[in-house]
Protein backbone atom coordinates (compact mmCIF):
# COMPACT_ATOMS: atom_id res chain seq x y z
CA UNK A 1 0.00 0.00 0.00
CA UNK A 2 0.99 3.54 -0.50
CA UNK A 3 2.55 5.44 1.80
CA UNK A 4 0.89 8.79 2.99
CA UNK A 5 1.96 12.34 4.46
CA UNK A 6 -0.15 14.30 6.72
CA UNK A 7 0.75 17.84 8.45
CA UNK A 8 1.21 16.19 12.64
CA UNK A 9 -1.50 19.16 13.43
CA UNK A 10 -3.83 21.74 12.69
CA UNK A 11 -6.15 24.69 14.41
CA UNK A 12 -9.58 25.11 13.53
CA UNK A 13 -12.10 27.67 14.72
CA UNK A 14 -15.58 26.13 15.17
CA UNK A 15 -17.95 26.98 12.80
CA UNK A 16 -15.26 26.90 9.89
CA UNK A 17 -14.44 24.61 7.39
CA UNK A 18 -11.26 22.23 8.22
CA UNK A 19 -9.45 21.36 5.05
CA UNK A 20 -6.54 18.20 6.15
CA UNK A 21 -4.52 17.45 3.78
CA UNK A 22 -2.99 14.19 2.64
CA UNK A 23 -0.09 13.50 0.21
CA UNK A 24 -0.22 10.02 -1.24
CA UNK A 25 2.54 10.65 -4.80
CA UNK A 26 3.33 6.37 -4.64
CA UNK A 27 -0.69 6.10 -5.18
CA UNK A 28 -1.22 3.04 -7.59
CA UNK A 29 -4.57 3.02 -9.93
CA UNK A 30 -5.89 0.32 -7.95
CA UNK A 31 -5.81 2.05 -4.47
CA UNK A 32 -8.46 3.93 -2.60
CA UNK A 33 -7.81 7.08 -0.18
CA UNK A 34 -9.95 6.30 2.97
CA UNK A 35 -10.04 8.90 6.26
CA UNK A 36 -10.70 7.50 9.76
CA UNK A 37 -10.71 9.69 13.02
CA UNK A 38 -9.88 8.61 16.48
CA UNK A 39 -11.52 11.33 19.18
CA UNK A 40 -9.22 10.65 22.46
CA UNK A 41 -9.06 7.39 24.27
CA UNK A 42 -11.93 6.21 21.75
CA UNK A 43 -11.81 3.66 18.66
CA UNK A 44 -10.92 4.92 15.02
CA UNK A 45 -14.12 5.50 12.76
CA UNK A 46 -14.52 5.52 9.40
CA UNK A 47 -15.64 8.88 7.82
CA UNK A 48 -14.57 8.49 3.87
CA UNK A 49 -12.95 6.94 1.32
CA UNK A 50 -12.68 7.92 -2.39
CA UNK A 51 -10.86 6.28 -5.70
CA UNK A 52 -10.60 9.45 -8.30
CA UNK A 53 -14.11 11.50 -7.97
CA UNK A 54 -14.76 13.83 -5.04
CA UNK A 55 -16.63 11.68 -2.60
CA UNK A 56 -19.28 13.84 0.13
CA UNK A 57 -21.41 12.11 2.66
CA UNK A 58 -22.68 13.13 6.14
CA UNK A 59 -19.81 13.63 8.03
CA UNK A 60 -17.47 15.42 5.34
CA UNK A 61 -16.31 15.81 1.70
CA UNK A 62 -13.15 14.14 0.27
CA UNK A 63 -11.35 15.92 -2.75
CA UNK A 64 -8.88 14.07 -4.82
CA UNK A 65 -6.67 15.88 -7.20
CA UNK A 66 -6.61 14.80 -10.72
CA UNK A 67 -3.30 13.04 -10.52
CA UNK A 68 -4.43 11.68 -7.46
CA UNK A 69 -1.30 12.51 -5.47
CA UNK A 70 -2.96 14.30 -2.86
CA UNK A 71 -6.36 14.72 -1.46
CA UNK A 72 -8.06 17.44 1.11
CA UNK A 73 -10.81 16.35 3.98
CA UNK A 74 -13.26 18.99 4.11
CA UNK A 75 -15.17 19.25 7.65
CA UNK A 76 -17.47 21.91 6.50
CA UNK A 77 -18.67 23.08 9.94
CA UNK A 78 -16.14 21.92 12.72
CA UNK A 79 -17.43 21.35 15.90
CA UNK A 80 -15.45 20.80 19.37
CA UNK A 81 -16.64 17.32 18.62
CA UNK A 82 -14.16 16.90 16.08
CA UNK A 83 -11.52 17.27 17.70
CA UNK A 84 -9.87 14.41 17.40
CA UNK A 85 -6.88 12.72 15.21
CA UNK A 86 -7.55 12.29 11.37
CA UNK A 87 -5.52 9.56 9.30
CA UNK A 88 -5.59 9.48 5.65
CA UNK A 89 -4.80 6.14 4.84
CA UNK A 90 -4.40 4.50 0.79
CA UNK A 91 -5.24 0.38 0.19
CA UNK A 92 -6.17 -1.30 -2.45
CA UNK A 93 -9.65 -2.85 -2.31
CA UNK A 94 -9.43 -6.89 -1.69
CA UNK A 95 -11.01 -9.54 0.07
CA UNK A 96 -9.88 -8.42 3.44
CA UNK A 97 -9.17 -5.11 4.18
CA UNK A 98 -6.20 -4.11 6.60
CA UNK A 99 -5.71 -0.91 7.54
CA UNK A 100 -2.24 0.72 7.56
CA UNK A 101 -2.38 3.56 10.32
CA UNK A 102 -0.09 6.46 10.20
CA UNK A 103 0.44 9.07 13.17
CA UNK A 104 -2.05 11.30 11.29
CA UNK A 105 -3.38 14.75 11.88
CA UNK A 106 -4.38 16.34 15.44
CA UNK A 107 -7.19 18.43 14.54
CA UNK A 108 -7.87 20.99 17.56
CA UNK A 109 -10.95 22.63 16.92
CA UNK A 110 -11.16 25.94 19.23
CA UNK A 111 -14.26 27.68 20.46
CA UNK B 1 -26.56 -3.29 17.28
CA UNK B 2 -23.89 -3.25 19.96
CA UNK B 3 -21.27 -3.28 17.22
CA UNK B 4 -17.98 -4.70 18.61
CA UNK B 5 -17.61 -5.13 22.15
CA UNK B 6 -14.33 -5.15 24.01
CA UNK B 7 -13.54 -6.46 27.36
CA UNK B 8 -12.43 -5.86 29.86
CA UNK B 9 -11.86 -2.03 29.55
CA UNK B 10 -9.07 -1.96 32.09
CA UNK B 11 -6.38 -4.26 32.99
CA UNK B 12 -2.89 -4.47 35.51
CA UNK B 13 -1.00 -7.75 34.77
CA UNK B 14 2.62 -8.68 36.70
CA UNK B 15 4.84 -9.93 33.75
CA UNK B 16 4.83 -13.06 33.38
CA UNK B 17 1.09 -13.16 33.69
CA UNK B 18 -1.86 -14.27 31.04
CA UNK B 19 -5.07 -13.32 30.63
CA UNK B 20 -7.60 -13.28 27.48
CA UNK B 21 -8.95 -10.24 25.69
CA UNK B 22 -12.74 -10.28 24.61
CA UNK B 23 -14.24 -9.56 21.22
CA UNK B 24 -17.04 -9.73 20.04
CA UNK B 25 -19.31 -8.08 17.06
CA UNK B 26 -23.49 -8.78 16.25
CA UNK B 27 -22.52 -7.33 12.62
CA UNK B 28 -22.25 -10.77 11.25
CA UNK B 29 -19.58 -9.52 9.81
CA UNK B 30 -16.78 -12.09 8.30
CA UNK B 31 -13.81 -10.24 9.13
CA UNK B 32 -11.87 -9.20 12.23
CA UNK B 33 -8.95 -7.72 13.44
CA UNK B 34 -7.16 -6.65 16.47
CA UNK B 35 -4.83 -3.82 16.61
CA UNK B 36 -2.34 -2.43 19.54
CA UNK B 37 -1.76 1.29 19.76
CA UNK B 38 1.15 2.64 21.32
CA UNK B 39 1.32 6.09 23.26
CA UNK B 40 1.40 8.66 20.78
CA UNK B 41 1.74 5.99 17.97
CA UNK B 42 -1.26 4.97 14.81
CA UNK B 43 -2.26 1.60 15.43
CA UNK B 44 -0.53 -1.79 14.44
CA UNK B 45 -2.25 -4.87 13.29
CA UNK B 46 -1.51 -8.28 15.50
CA UNK B 47 -3.56 -10.70 14.23
CA UNK B 48 -6.62 -10.61 11.27
CA UNK B 49 -9.10 -13.17 10.82
CA UNK B 50 -11.08 -13.64 7.35
CA UNK B 51 -13.37 -16.50 8.90
CA UNK B 52 -14.54 -18.54 11.65
CA UNK B 53 -11.51 -21.11 12.05
CA UNK B 54 -9.00 -18.92 9.95
CA UNK B 55 -6.52 -16.78 11.43
CA UNK B 56 -3.05 -14.68 10.13
CA UNK B 57 -0.49 -13.07 11.42
CA UNK B 58 -0.22 -9.33 11.32
CA UNK B 59 2.51 -6.65 11.74
CA UNK B 60 3.56 -7.23 15.34
CA UNK B 61 2.13 -10.71 16.24
CA UNK B 62 5.00 -12.05 18.34
CA UNK B 63 3.64 -12.79 22.42
CA UNK B 64 0.21 -12.97 21.02
CA UNK B 65 -2.45 -15.64 20.02
CA UNK B 66 -5.78 -16.19 18.69
CA UNK B 67 -8.48 -18.34 17.68
CA UNK B 68 -11.72 -17.73 15.74
CA UNK B 69 -13.84 -20.46 17.04
CA UNK B 70 -17.79 -18.69 15.94
CA UNK B 71 -17.69 -15.59 13.47
CA UNK B 72 -19.27 -13.09 16.32
CA UNK B 73 -15.81 -14.38 18.91
CA UNK B 74 -12.37 -13.18 18.20
CA UNK B 75 -10.44 -13.41 21.70
CA UNK B 76 -6.78 -12.40 21.83
CA UNK B 77 -4.50 -14.68 24.76
CA UNK B 78 -1.10 -12.68 26.15
CA UNK B 79 0.75 -15.56 27.22
CA UNK B 80 3.82 -13.99 29.88
CA UNK B 81 2.83 -10.96 29.51
CA UNK B 82 5.92 -8.28 29.33
CA UNK B 83 5.92 -4.84 29.99
CA UNK B 84 6.43 -4.06 25.82
CA UNK B 85 2.74 -4.86 25.63
CA UNK B 86 1.59 -2.08 28.06
CA UNK B 87 -0.84 -0.58 25.05
CA UNK B 88 -4.21 -0.30 24.24
CA UNK B 89 -6.09 -2.95 22.08
CA UNK B 90 -8.94 -2.64 19.40
CA UNK B 91 -10.42 -5.00 18.27
CA UNK B 92 -12.57 -4.16 14.72
CA UNK B 93 -14.73 -6.49 12.38
CA UNK B 94 -15.57 -5.55 8.11
CA UNK B 95 -17.90 -6.81 5.75
CA UNK B 96 -16.25 -9.95 3.75
CA UNK B 97 -16.83 -10.75 0.39
CA UNK B 98 -16.19 -8.42 -2.59
CA UNK B 99 -16.13 -5.13 -0.25
CA UNK B 100 -15.00 -2.25 -1.53
CA UNK B 101 -15.45 -0.08 1.00
CA UNK B 102 -13.32 -1.46 3.52
CA UNK B 103 -15.09 0.16 6.27
CA UNK B 104 -13.83 -0.94 10.05
CA UNK B 105 -15.50 -0.70 12.66
CA UNK B 106 -14.12 -0.51 16.18
CA UNK B 107 -14.53 -1.40 19.64
CA UNK B 108 -14.26 1.26 22.27
CA UNK B 109 -10.57 -0.57 23.21
CA UNK B 110 -8.96 -2.32 26.16
CA UNK B 111 -6.03 -0.53 27.90
CA UNK B 112 -3.67 -2.90 29.14
CA UNK B 113 -0.58 -1.90 31.91
CA UNK B 114 2.00 -4.55 32.38
CA UNK B 115 4.21 -3.99 35.55
Known amino acids: DAKTTQPPSMDCAEGRAANLPCNHS???????VYWYRQIHSQGPQYIIHGLKNNETNEMASLIITEDRKSSTLILPHATLRDTAVYYC????????????FGKGTMLLVSP | NAGVTQTPKFRILKIGQSMTLQCTQD?????MYWYRQDPGMGLKLIYYSVGAGITDKGEVPNGYNVSRSTTEVFPLRLELAAPSQTSVYFCASSRGGVNIRGEQYFGPGTRLTVT
Open chain 1, 26 to 32: TISGNEY
Open chain 1, 89 to 100: IVRVARGYSTLT
Open chain 2, 27 to 31: MNHNY
